[in-house]
């Protein structure tokens, strides 16, 4: 099993959907965890952290399920904008970031 | 823009050759990690650097090694290269290797003909 699933997607979405990805780790010790976001040939970039009590940017929102070992990024009202991969990352001890494959969202007009 | 910069850009290499890459890290941040990042896969971490120091390594052989210097500055050497190691190198700084938050450069895209 990988320390970090994602489904691979592409997730298609017309402009304004609702969309959500989910992300599993196997690591119960895991202590932080992330979502970046990738844009084509481009570096990957922090989108934001995940904490247990949830957490929201605008028209992302992040949420922890420590018990199943799940995270999740819900993105309300979809922009062209926002058509990138999104990138799951768990972190253990400080010098084990683990990513995962990523989650290729298409935003279409 | 992260501050994090790195260098070359872009690099054509045959096997069993050897390369550097090279990364600045953002000002005030002490850690460096790298990462090689396949064509449709996730990045793979390779080391992190602390304050000169090796500070955890990821499945890679020893051919692949670093440095990092005094203004935390970092180099990225792999040796005996394999058709393989073509891909994107990242490098990611953070304020200290407590905080897992990363700030990446742009990469240097390697590929080994």
């Known amino acids: 099993r990988k320390e970090v699933e994602q489904d691979p997607g592409p997730f298609n979405v017309p402009e304004g959907a609702t969309v959500a990805f989910n992300c599993t780790y196997s690591n119960s010790a895991s202590q932080s965890f992330f979502w970046y976001r990738q844009d084509c040939r481009k570096e990957p970039k922090l989108l934001m952290s995940v904490y247990s009590s949830g957490n929201e940017d605008g028209r992302f929102t992040a949420q922890l399920n420590r018990a199943s070992q799940y995270i999740s990024l819900l993105i309300r009202d979809s922009k062209l904008s926002d058509s990138a991969t999104y990138l799951c990352v768990v972190s253990g001890s400080y010098q084990k970031v683990t990513f995962g494959i990523g989650t290729k969202l298409q935003v279409i007009p | 823009e992260t501050g994090v910069t790195q260098s070359p850009t872009h690099l054509i290499k045959t096997r069993g050759q050897q390369v550097t890459l090279r990364c600045s890290s953002q000002?005030?941040?002490?850690?460096v990690s790298w990462y090689q990042q396949a064509l449709g896969q996730g990045p793979q971490f390779i080391f992190q650097?602390?304050?000169?120091?090796?500070?955890g390594r990821g499945n890679f052989p020893p051919r692949f090694s670093g440095l990092q210097f005094p203004n935390y500055s970092s180099e990225l050497n792999v040796n005996a290269l394999e058709l393989d190691d073509s891909a994107l190198y990242l490098c990611a700084s953070s304020w200290d290797r407590g905080t897992p938050e990363q700030y990446f450069g742009p990469g240097t895209r390697l590929t080994v003909t």
């Open positions: 000002s005030g941040h002490n850690t």
């Open positions: 650097y602390y304050r000169e120091e090796e500070n």
